[in-house]
C-alpha cells in the first residue's frame, strides 16, 4: 500500500552477520558481501546493516551454510557445491559439470523458476537461498606436467572442489580437497599433481605458474557457477517484507555485479600470467568427450536414486538444451566473428 | 553516518515519471521500466514511486531523452543511439556496430569507468545516465530475398535503427526509419526490401516471418546494447542520497534482470520461428567484413573531428581488445564444446 508507516516499520534497525567462505585476498568473490552490504547500508539510510566475516573469523568457509541454518550467522556467501556431500542437490545451486554458462545459469534462476525450485530444496535445510554472485567460465586449472590423452589423468593427484572430483574420479584421478593457502606449497613439493582454483585474476594471485606451469582450460566443472547468498529460514521469513525486496534486489545486483568485475579483470590478468610463464593449454577434445560421459554416468545415477535431485536437473538439462541451440544463432556468430578479428590485429 | 535521521528524511515520498522509448507490447524492454518501479516501490514501502508511460503517453518514443532533459517528465527509459542525430557520442552509450557484447559491455560500464566517462558526456546534456537494460546480441534483420553478396546489399531499402544505418549506407544501403507498427505492413507491399528489429522473442510478435522470411544473423550492428535510464540532472542532483543509492542498485539490478528475461524467452521464440518458416542464414564472411571495414571507415572520421567521441571510444576499443582475448579461452571452449553436444542431440 501507499500509506506511509511509522518510522520503526519504515527503516528498522537490523544489524546481521554474514559468514563468507572466502579470504578478503580474494576481493572479488569476498567482495561480494561487501557489494551486498554497501547497497543495503545506502539505501537504508545505515539501518539495515550486514557485517561481512572472511572464512575463518567466525567459522571456517567450508561450514559457512551451516552456521546460517543453525543460526549461528543470519546469513552466509558461499558456493553450494561446498556441501555436495550432504546431498548432490545442493550442487545444483552453484554449478555442476557441463550444466549452463553464466548467462544461461541466471535465465534459469531468475526467469524459468530455478530460485524457487532451488528454495524447495534449501528451505528444508533452513535456507533460503538467492543468488549473490557468478565468476564465469572458470580455468581448468594448473597442471605440472602436460596432460594429452585420458591415459595421462590416470594416477593424477589434483585438488579440486566439490562435486567435479567425482567426475574426474571415474577417469582415475585422485581428488584432494586442500585449502587456498596450501595449494602451493603441495604443488612445489609434488605432493599434488594439478590444482583448480579460479581464474587469471584469482589464480594469479597463488603464483601456480612458478610450480605448475601448464593452464588447461575450461573448467568444464563450473561453466557459470552461482555464488550464493544463504539466509536462516527463520530470520529471513522475519524480515520486514520492504527489507526482504530490498535484499532481493540488491543480491541481483551483486550477482551480476561480481561477474562484471570478473570480466574486467581477467583479460589483463591472462596476458601477465602467460608474460611469467603460464602456458595455455586446451583439454583435448578427447578429454573433454571422456569427462562428459563420465558425468552423464555419474548423473544417470544420481537421477534414479535421488528424486529432488531428478527435479532440479531436469529443468535445468530443458533449459540447457535450448540455450545452447539459440546461443549458437546471433551470441556465438558475432563474438566468432570479433574473435577473429582481434586474432589478426584488427581490434 | 549510522545516526537514524528524521522520517521525512528517510522515506520522503517521491512520485517521478518515467517515459519509455518503447510500447507495452515489448513486455521484454518495455517491462524494465516496470521492474525498476516495482523494486524502488517495494523497498521503501510505496514512498519512491516511478510511473511507466508507453511510448506516445506523454512524448513520442524517440523524444523521451528530450522530455527527460527537458524536466518534462523526471526520466526516460530508452535507447541512446536513438539520439545519434545530435551528436553521434551518444549512440557510445548504447551499442555501435562491432563494439562489446553484452558482458563486455557491462563489464566496461561499472568497473572500467564508463559509467562516469559517459556522464561527462551525458551532464552536458542535462542528464545522469545508468545502464538499465540489455538485449544481448540482437539479429541481422528480416530480408524478402536472400543476400549473399555485398553487390545483394546495393540498393536494399531497410527499416534499420540509429547509427548502423550510416555504416549500412557505405555498402549501398538504403536506410529508413518507420515506427513498429508500420513494419509489417510496408514489408508486405514491398516499399522496403528488409528491417531489423530485435531479437527472436520480440520479432515474433509482429509476424516478419510471412512477408520476409530470410532471417539474417548477427545484428553486427548491437552486440549488447545497452537500455538507459536517462534521469534529468537536476532532478537527480535533489534526490536524497539514499534513494539515489536505491536507485542505482536497483536499475543495477533491472539491468541484469532485462538480459535474464531475453535469455530465458528467446531459444523457445526460434524454435517457433522456424517452425513456422523463418530461413536462417547467417550473414556471409564477405559481408561481415566489408561491414567491418565501413564500420571503421566511419569511426575514422568520427575520431578526427569529434574528441567526446574520441575519448570515449578509445576506452571502449582498448578493452574491446583484452575482452575478445581473454572470451576465447574457457568461455568460448566451452561454449562451443556444450554446442557441439547440442548439434549432436547428447543434451
Redesign the interface.
Known amino acids: 500500500?501507499?500509506?506511509?508507516?511509522?518510522?520503526a516499520?519504515?527503516?528498522p534497525?537490523i544489524t546481521w552477520r554474514c559468514a563468507s567462505s572466502f579470504p578478503k585476498s580474494l576481493d572479488t568473490i569476498y567482495g561480494g558481501a561487501e557489494v551486498l552490504s554497501k547497497?543495503l547500508k545506502?539505501?537504508?539510510?545505515?539501518?539495515f546493516?550486514i557485517q561481512p566475516f572472511a572464512a575463518g573469523e567466525i567459522v571456517p568457509g567450508l561450514q559457512a551454510a551451516d552456521a546460517a541454518a543453525a543460526g549461528t550467522v543470519e546469513l552466509c556467501h558461499t558456493v553450494a557445491y561446498y556441501y555436495w556431500g550432504k546431498d548432490p542437490t545442493w550442487a545444483l545451486g552453484a554449478a555442476v559439470p557441463?550444466a549452463l554458462?553464466?548467462?544461461?545459469m541466471?535465465?534459469?534462476?531468475?526467469?524459468?523458476g530455478g530460485i524457487d525450485l532451488l528454495n524447495e530444496f534449501f528451505n528444508k535445510q533452513g535456507l533460503q537461498v538467492y543468488p549473490g554472485g557468478n565468476t564465469?567460465?572458470?580455468?581448468?586449472g594448473w597442471f605440472r606436467k602436460e596432460i594429452k590423452t585420458v591415459e595421462d589423468l590416470k594416477g593424477i593427484k589434483m585438488r579440486v572442489g566439490g562435486f567435479a572430483g567425482k567426475v574426474l574420479e571415474k577417469l582415475g584421478v585422485v581428488p584432494q580437497q586442500i585449502a587456498g593457502g596450501d595449494i602451493y606449497p603441495s604443488l612445489e613439493k609434488g605432493t599434488i599433481d594439478a590444482a583448480e582454483w579460479v581464474?587469471?585474476y584469482d589464480d594469479e594471485k597463488l603464483g601456480f605458474q612458478k610450480v605448475a606451469p601448464f593452464y588447461y582450460?575450461?573448467?568444464?566443472w563450473e561453466?557459470g557457477p552461482t555464488v550464493s547468498f544463504m539466509v536462516n529460514k527463520a530470520k529471513w521469513d522475519s524480515l520486514p517484507?520492504?527489507y526482504q525486496?530490498?535484499f532481493r534486489?540488491?543480491a541481483?545486483?551483486t550477482?551480476?555485479?561480481m561477474?562484471?568485475?570478473y570480466?574486467?579483470?581477467?583479460?589483463?590478468a591472462?596476458?601477465r600470467l602467460v608474460a611469467s610463464g603460464a602456458q595455455?593449454r586446451?583439454?583435448s577434445p578427447e578429454i573433454?568427450s571422456a569427462c562428459?560421459e563420465a558425468a552423464n554416468g555419474v548423473y544417470g545415477e544420481m537421477e534414479a536414486t535421488n528424486p529432488e535431485f531428478k527435479k532440479i536437473w531436469d529443468s535445468i538439462?530443458a533449459?540447457?538444451?535450448?540455450?545452447?541451440?539459440?546461443?549458437?544463432?546471433?551470441?556465438?556468430?558475432?563474438?566468432t566473428?570479433?574473435?577473429i578479428?582481434?586474432?589478426n590485429g584488427?581490434?
Open positions: 500500500t501507499l500509506a506511509a508507516p511509522a518510522i516499520q519504515s527503516l534497525k547497497y545506502e539505501a537504508t539510510d545505515g539501518n546493516v557441463f554458462n553464466a548467462r544461461g541466471n535465465a534459469w534462476q531468475y526467469h524459468l564465469g567460465v572458470q580455468m581448468g581464474g587469471p582450460y575450461p573448467g568444464w561453466g517484507p520492504a525486496s530490498l534486489t540488491a541481483q545486483a550477482d551480476a555485479d561477474l562484471q568485475k570480466d574486467s579483470l581477467n583479460p589483463a591472462i596476458k595455455l586446451p583439454f573433454m562428459f538439462k533449459f540447457r538444451n535450448e540455450h545452447f541451440l539459440y546461443a549458437q544463432v546471433a551470441e556465438y556468430s558475432f563474438d566473428f570479433m574473435m578479428q582481434q586474432r584488427k581490434l
